[in-house]
């Protein structure tokens, strides 16, 4: 099946550093990518979407300069937190789908999550 | 406004009890497509199930069975026999933007505790 891979799965950082996390997909092509910000005992609040070889779109409240996202291939996003702070502690899970072959239910045409990146800045 | 309210947010059993968490969602598109994902302690999100708008049958799969009443907008998850490894934070989720199936709206969650 489709898999998603996250990396790191925790980082911790001094604040005022900024951190990068990366997406891949490792066994389908990836034409959106989705990030998703979820604080402790909440639920998980869609950031930004990542179509390959554009520009994210940012949900509202999502600072884009902030929270800078690429997506330069079919198998790889990255998400930067740029100068980060405490409030900026969280877990960040990427998702992605492949959606040109959307219609036929493939594998990867199933929203495929990844295991998530636990972020610590002190 | 799209919306999904799970308004369980923290259900305790003892093992082997049948458990339901309910999700309704609100949503003016007619086609959209619904979710249900297990969030164990150690983080990642485990797909659980995927149902379209025009597929009400009700599906089961070993200890887990949803039902889809569109007439109630509710997709409710029902855990036969729950054992101590079903504990977790289940979500439910709706898609936005109608048939997309990647941006999703997420329920708050329901803490399930499965105790021996």
């Known amino acids: 099946g489709a898999v998603v891979s996250q990396h790191p799965s925790w980082v911790i950082c001094k604040s005022g550093t900024s951190v990068k996390i990366e997406c891949r997909s490792l066994?389908?092509?990836?034409?959106?990518m989705f990030w998703y910000r979820q604080f402790p005992k909440q639920s998980l609040m869609l950031m930004a979407t990542?179509?390959?070889?554009?520009?994210?779109?940012?949900e509202q409240g999502v600072e884009k300069d902030k929270f800078l996202i690429n997506h330069a291939s079919l198998t790889l996003s990255t998400l930067t937190v740029t100068s980060a702070h405490p409030e900026d502690s969280s877990f960040y899970i990427c998702?992605?789908?492949?959606?040109?072959?959307?219609?036929?239910?493939?594998?990867?045409?199933?929203?495929?999550f990844g295991a998530g990146s636990r972020l610590t800045v002190l | 406004a799209q919306k999904v309210t799970q308004a369980q947010t923290e259900i305790s059993v003892v093992e082997k009890e049948d458990v339901t968490l309910d999700c309704v969602y609100e949503?003016?598109?007619?086609?959209?497509?619904l979710f249900w994902y297990k969030q164990p302690p150690s983080g990642e999100l485990v797909f659980l199930i995927r149902?379209?708008?025009?597929?009400?049958q009700n599906e089961i799969s070993g200890r887990y069975s949803w039902n889809f009443q569109k007439s109630t907008s509710s997709f409710n998850f029902t855990i036969t026999a729950s054992q101590v490894v079903d504990s977790a934070v289940y979500f439910c989720?709706?898609?936005?933007?109608?048939?997309?199936?990647?941006?999703?709206?997420f329920g708050k969650g329901t803490k399930l505790s499965v105790k021996p």
């Open positions: 949503t003016r598109d007619t086609t959209y497509y």
């Open positions: 990542s179509n390959e070889g554009s520009k994210a779109t940012y």
């Open positions: 989720a709706l898609s936005r933007n109608g048939g997309s199936q990647g941006n999703l709206i």
């Open positions: 998702s992605a789908i492949n959606l040109r072959g959307a219609g036929t239910f493939s594998g990867a045409n199933v929203l495929t």
């Open positions: 149902r379209n708008s025009f597929d009400e």
């Open positions: 066994d389908f092509q990836a034409t959106t």
